[in-house]
């Protein structure tokens, strides 16, 4: 799989619901992650491959030099089908993003600190996620990209795209 790049139409479309829950679906999960990995991404939506599918991936584990976990609000790797978002904290956090089909940039956004999404895995049970801190972030992040939104268009008033730290990971 290639990552789209801005402009593309498939970033800017709501995503079709997922369906089936078959082999194929796995089959695009796994590629997916490859894709994310080869990409230095800790998140990746399906349009994001040109797959206008309700999907995404997270895989976000942030370890210490020793290899401790650091933040608790993390986890190793899950796919989400059919996202929606059910509760969101009033108390709202400024954090830098990036994303990796607009490669070498970050703005600011300010969104919602915590939240709670309802979903699918990739072999269709239930999921119920409760989200703060950067795994809260990439949620809201890669649930946009299913509704054909880019964070470009959500900048902190009075802020733009600009380039980059060479540690970003995208998403
Ligand atoms: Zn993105």
Redesign the pocket.
Known sequence: MTIVIEPSPVLHQVAQPVTVFDDALKATVTTMRQTMHAANGMGL?AP?VGLSQQLCIIEYLPKDGEGKLIEADAIAFFALANPKITWQSAQQITMTEG???LPGLEGEVTRPKRLRVKGQDETGNKLVIKASGMLARILQ?EID?LNGV??DSKLNTGTQLRPAQPDRK??
């Open positions: 939506a994001q994303c990796l089909s992040h990209h880019l964070y995208g998403v």
